[in-house]
């Protein structure tokens, strides 16, 4: 308990020094507001403007979260395929490649212009952002599976079923796991990126993308700021949720989840 | 004390298997295990002891010549056996319980009687404490106990055996194959077992087959006359220490011939 306040009065200690340097750096180098805000006119803007922030930061998190849900469903489905034989990962590796090389915010605009600009069309492009490490990992942990185990199903004359879901769908979860937690980051990136394109229905409300454009626009630096931080805070929470189940799920049998010694 | 009988319980007949068109691992093997035998195959790395295990479940099809087991292709006798692998290869997202009732949920054997079953047998391999354990959570030793009693829980008459306790301290080997003997003696399954200790060999086997390498095949067989029920006391007597350095002895004329 000692070890954990220590912990973390290091790390506010770091937070209050960074505030001071950034104020320090306003006063020595004379910048101008619009260019930096103070770490006040930060606080103040997301005091006063905290419901517009908030509903920014809710559309974002819809989105991101739709296309993360969709990414997970499709990429289990899409691991279980490629899991069958090694002819069809040969035949469809170079396409998860593609999906993973793919510069998001080239394909955004184009994406838009085919579904309409839309809290689908963005949960679509964060949908696709998140695939490739989903199927990726999955697919690993579905193949790896030690062959004496699947010896041992044999010698039981296991149904395929059984095998699915007795041996290889378990024995999957802590890499879809991985996949989930590489996959929950990006979704909000993607998100973000399809937002700068899409535009809102609404001038001046729209998620945590549209609003940095129009804070920008608009030379509203302080409260560009404060969406800067809200995206860091939903992309932190989508972490923290991601390693809440992953540890619910597996830290009763899994060595990656076991809890580590303090030091 | 149990006494083999005259029925064949696997017959090799010329049995021979390469992978592929490479060399092959065994060749021309003929071998006849009676019931209730216990017989251990021992020979230097390369000699396809594991390949013959393999053969006999059915896991791998030989290259020439015929295998039966119980009168039956080794595919349709696989339900009358067990498999014991070198590593415990238990799942780890099961506890003990779970892992040891594994070969009854997947032949679909309810889970009262499932129960009653497994609680027997993890008394039986002195496990009853950490029935619900994970396999992370227990000893080398003990996890091999839960395999054991995972093995037996299909009540095999033919148990297989993959060098199951290479990687234990020699003090648990021990106690193991005392207790293994034991469980023998209550169930009566035939067992073939296949390890690189001599002494094991010796201590558990009414034969010991002793392979040569390049292509894999029967260099000699060497009958162990000592009465059951063997015990720990059994390693300290003459005949024994006679046998193990007879068996050493051949064993070293197939590794420098």
Redesign the interface.
């Given at each position: 308990m000692r070890q954990r306040l220590i912990t973390v009065a290091n790390a506010l200690a770091v937070f209050l020094a960074l505030l001071v340097v950034w104020q320090l750096i306003l006063w020595v180098f004379h910048v101008p507001r619009y260019m930096l805000p103070s770490p006040w006119a930060v606080a103040r803007a997301v005091g006063e403007r905290f419901p517009s922030l908030l509903t920014s930061t809710a559309i974002t998190a819809e989105e991101s979260l739709g296309g993360l849900l969709a990414s997970i469903v499709v990429g289990v489905i899409a691991a279980l395929i490629f899991a069958q034989s090694r002819w069809v990962r040969k035949m469809l590796y170079p396409y998860t490649i593609l999906l993973q090389t793919v510069p998001i915010v080239a394909i955004a605009p184009l994406i838009l212009m085919w579904v309409g600009a839309g809290i689908g069309a963005v949960a679509l492009i964060a949908f696709i952002i998140s695939l490739a490490p989903i199927i990726a990992n999955t697919t690993q942990g579905l193949i790896s599976v030690?062959e004496?185990?699947v010896?041992?199903?044999?010698?039981?004359?296991?149904s395929s079923a059984?095998k699915l879901f007795?041996?290889r769908l378990?024995?999957a979860?802590p890499s879809l796991f991985v996949g989930i937690r590489i996959a929950s980051g990006i979704s909000v990136i993607g998100a973000i990126t399809g937002e700068l394109y899409a535009g809102s229905s609404q001038v001046g409300v729209g998620g945590l993308g549209y609003s940095i454009l129009y804070a920008s626009s608009q030379l509203q630096t302080d409260y560009l700021f404060a969406l800067v931080l809200a995206a860091t805070v939903l992309g932190f929470s989508f972490f923290f949720v991601v390693m809440f189940w992953e540890w619910y799920f597996l830290h009763?049998?899994?060595?990656s989840v076991r809890t580590p010694e303090t030091e | 004390m149990m006494v083999a009988s005259n029925v064949p319980q696997i017959q090799f007949d010329g049995v021979s298997k390469s992978y592929g068109a490479g060399r092959a691992v065994l060749e021309a093997i003929d071998l006849k295990i009676l019931k209730g035998e216990f017989v251990s195959l021992i020979g230097p790395s390369g000699c396809g002891k594991s390949t013959v295990l393999k053969l006999i479940a059915g896991l791998t099809p030989p290259s020439a010549g015929t295998i039966q087991v119980d009168g039956m292709t080794p595919e349709h006798a696989r339900e009358t056996m067990s498999f014991i692998f070198q590593d415990a290869t238990l799942l780890p997202w099961r506890t003990v319980t779970d892992n040891v009732g594994l070969g009854l949920e997947l032949e679909h054997i309810v889970s009262k009687r499932r129960a009653e079953k497994v609680a027997s047998l993890l008394e039986l391999v002195g496990l009853g404490q950490v029935a619900d354990a994970y396999p992370r959570e227990l000893s080398g030793g003990m996890k091999m106990r839960a395999s054991i009693a995972r093995a037996l829980a299909t009540n095999p008459r033919l148990l297989l055996m993959d060098e199951p306790f290479a990687a234990l301290d020699e003090m648990t080997r021990d106690r193991l194959n005392e207790e293994l003997l034991r469980l023998r003696a209550e169930q009566h399954w035939t067992a073939v077992f296949v390890t690189h200790s001599v002494a094991e060999a010796v201590f558990l086997s009414t034969r010991v087959v002793v392979l040569a390498p390049n292509p894999g095949r029967i260099h000699a067989v060497v009958p162990v006359d000592l009465p059951f029920p063997r015990t720990a006391k059994l390693r300290e007597c003459p005949e024994f220490e006679g046998l193990v350095a007879g068996a050493s002895h051949v064993l070293r004329q197939v590794l420098a011939p």
């Open positions: 030690d004496n185990l010896h041992l199903f044999l010698m039981h004359n296991a059984q007795k041996l378990p024995h979860v009763r049998w899994h060595e | -």
